[in-house]
């Protein structure tokens, strides 16, 4: 079959599209979505080669102090007092130095996985505890605990998270345990689970009825495996959209916090308090605030971009259109 | 409907218990406490830390901590750590301080994300409509204080409006006119940028809330009857529309208290998430978990509020 024939006849039996194919034509359609994905990628690239570079090259060591050469705005070439051996590659600071003389871009490139990893981190604790609460409340809900039920036991309990200013408790919290990154992370996972446990509890009391899963348990298939092979799969895009979002969040959160001085602590560079240091010296060195601000602006808005267009290429309503 | 009240009530009281109580014991079993707020202090003997942590109850069970909280604060009697003046008034002059902050917050949002939104989603796939859905995007996807910053020397440069803080200080003997103008410059500033992350989200919220009405029967019945554009979609569509939005309200208070805490810190606004800030700093315990009951109460009955008012707005909810 020539390859126009192959082609027409995907044309008129559309439904003949395998499901990842079909999802990759929708999502391809949406340029704002693509072009954050492309941003996506291209972090992600960033932030590998940034954690290798800054780990092993010495030319790219971001805590590398050069007092002579403080304050050089970008592209500035290096002075003759520094040694050989601390000199930036090309020995010219492509987005200058900061306060200390430190080069920015070898900061931002151990930001970049620094500020991902806590993002990734924390998303993967929010949606684990949301998933298992959600699951619980939504497969075994109607099994009663002396006077209530799961469900209404999970359930209160999330509406109890809700009600707490999420900000000022994570604040609270970082603020009381000793710094370090790890608290972060896990402070902003366990503050974070509560809307995706809503819906995988509401996806799980709908999937539950459904036939295949009826079916699954007329087999007498064991629990866990309808739960983790069948029902979850198909829970699984909304979960997905909900993680890509919260990275974002979680991201703009680790920021903040470096603002308030409870972000992650020197030696560690994070985008986050790259840019709050940065905000000393906004008007001598304006570079040290608006590289890191719209780097994070940039990958934030990427982060959001690919998790709405996910949203709608996921979407079973949309996709024929 | 009563008997619902009530039970509703009765339910969210017991979440604010737990609230408290879930609270109390975050903060409590954290480790560090006012005691230890200055160790390297030579100065400080056992015997006084001693003494500090029998006045403050420290040294009892976590179980006695609580009752003497819940128990000084309804009476009244709970004092701060920190300066030891009630907590109460402290906290009520600092919410007055950040009211004017929340309401302007609060009617920026709604008063902007409602036009933005329906307009998006009567003209969708336009040039306006893709232009607002990314610039909501990059609203919510910028770190407030980059923004705020940004704003603030705007502002000051374009403008030449002093913008921290309440009010701009040794003008008291300028005219009533200027003095209320000073303070509306320095209102504007801060609470349009607690409002960004909220219209952002709004307005994409009502954009496909009327996509989805416009999709309806009852709209096409009303087209299909001969009325005119306006009245089907400000009559019929965009009230059917508004109902969610009714719930969006009690959830929104958190964030704007939780949010608080940055603005009021950059604008150096003397508010209630300053305050919260201070106390976190100094580890003032009790004032830190009173704004906690504060804004859990308030959430919950803005949430008990909407569940009402959305029985009153929508003949199809029955409240049992």
């Known amino acids: 079959m020539s390859a126009q024939a192959v082609a027409s006849v995907h044309a008129q039996r559309p439904l003949a599209e395998s499901p990842g194919r079909q999802f990759w034509r929708v999502f391809k359609r949406d340029r704002l979505a693509m072009a954050g994905l492309v941003v996506l990628a291209l972090l992600l690239g960033i932030a590998l080669a940034g954690k290798a570079l800054t780990a092993w090259v010495p030319a790219f060591d971001p805590a590398t102090v050069r007092l002579v050469d403080k304050l050089r705005p970008p592209l500035s070439p290096v002075s003759n007092l520094v040694a050989p051996a601390e000199r930036p590659l090309g020995s010219i600071y492509v987005l200058g130095t900061d306060d200390l003389g430190r080069d920015v871009a070898a900061r931002m490139l151990q930001g970049a996985s620094v500020s991902l990893l806590i993002g990734f981190v924390a998303v993967g604790i929010a949606m684990t505890i949301g998933v298992l609460l959600g699951g619980l409340a939504g497969y075994y809900g109607g099994v009663r605990l002396g006077v209530v039920t799961v469900d209404t036991l999970i359930m209160r309990f999330t509406d109890v998270m809700l009600c707490f200013p999420t900000f000022f408790l994570i604040l609270t919290v970082v603020a009381l345990l000793p710094p370090s990154i790890y608290n972060i992370m896990i402070v902003i996972g366990v503050t974070s689970w509560m809307g995706a446990a809503r819906f995988v509890r509401a996806e799980f009391l709908s999937l539950r009825s459904q036939d295949f899963v009826v079916a699954a348990q007329a087999l007498g298939l064991p629990e866990w495996r309808i739960i983790f092979r069948h029902m979850l799969p198909n829970a699984m895009s909304p979960l997905l959209v909900s993680a890509t979002i919260s990275v974002a969040d979680a991201i703009l959160t680790e920021s903040a916090l470096s603002f308030l001085g409870f972000g992650v602590q020197p030696p560690f560079a994070t985008w986050g308090n790259v840019l709050a240091d940065g905000k000393d010296y906004i008007f001598d060195a304006p570079w040290l605030f608006f590289i890191p601000g719209f780097a994070i602006l940039a990958v934030v808005l990427a982060f959001n971009l690919a998790g709405e267009g996910l949203r709608e290429a996921l979407n079973p309503k949309l996709r024929s259109r | ?320």
Not at chain 2, 84 to 102: E, Y
Not at chain 2, 245 to 265: D, K, N, R, W, Y
């Open chain 2, 1 to 320: 409907m009563g008997t619902y009240l009530l039970r509703n009530l009765l339910q969210r009281l017991v979440l604010l218990f737990i609230v408290s109580v879930i609270a109390h014991a975050v903060v409590h079993l954290a480790p560090g406490e006012p005691s230890e707020v200055d160790p390297s202090n030579p100065r400080m003997k056992p015997e006084d830390v001693a003494k500090i942590r029998a006045a403050f109850h420290l040294d009892k069970p976590l179980y006695a901590q609580y009752g003497y909280w819940m128990r000084d604060l309804f009476t009244g009697e709970l004092k701060s750590f920190k300066d030891s003046q009630p907590v109460l008034p402290k906290i009520g002059r600092r919410f007055l301080n950040s009211l004017p902050l929340f309401i302007g917050a609060t009617l920026i949002v709604w008063t902007l994300s409602f036009p933005v939104g329906i307009r998006a989603a009567l003209h969708r796939g336009s040039g306006y409509d893709r232009s607002t859905t990314f610039v909501a995007y990059a609203l919510i996807s910028i770190p407030g204080f980059f923004l705020s910053y940004l704003a603030i020397l705007g502002v000051v440069g374009f403008f030449g409006v002093p913008v921290i803080g309440m009010r701009t200080f040794g003008i008291q003997d300028a005219t009533p006119v200027y003095q209320i103008m000073d303070r509306f410059w320095h209102l504007a500033i801060p609470s349009l940028m607690s409002a960004l992350g909220g219209i952002a989200v709004l307005s994409r919220y009502v954009r496909s809330q009327m996509l989805e009405v416009m999709g309806q029967d009852y709209v096409r019945t009303a087209r299909a009857k001969g009325l005119d554009e306006d009245t089907v979609i400000y009559r019929h569509a965009l009230r059917n529309a508004l109902l969610p939005f009714i719930t969006m309200f009690g959830f929104m208070l958190p964030a704007l208290i939780g949010g608080s805490v940055i603005f009021e810190q950059i604008f150096a606004w003397p508010g209630l998430g300053r305050l919260g800030y201070e106390a976190i700093l100094s580890r003032d315990f009790p004032v830190i978990l009173t704004i906690n009951f504060i804004a859990a109460a308030l959430t919950l009955a803005g949430t008990f509020l909407s569940d009402v008012l959305y029985a009153v707005a929508d003949p199809r909810i029955r409240l049992e």
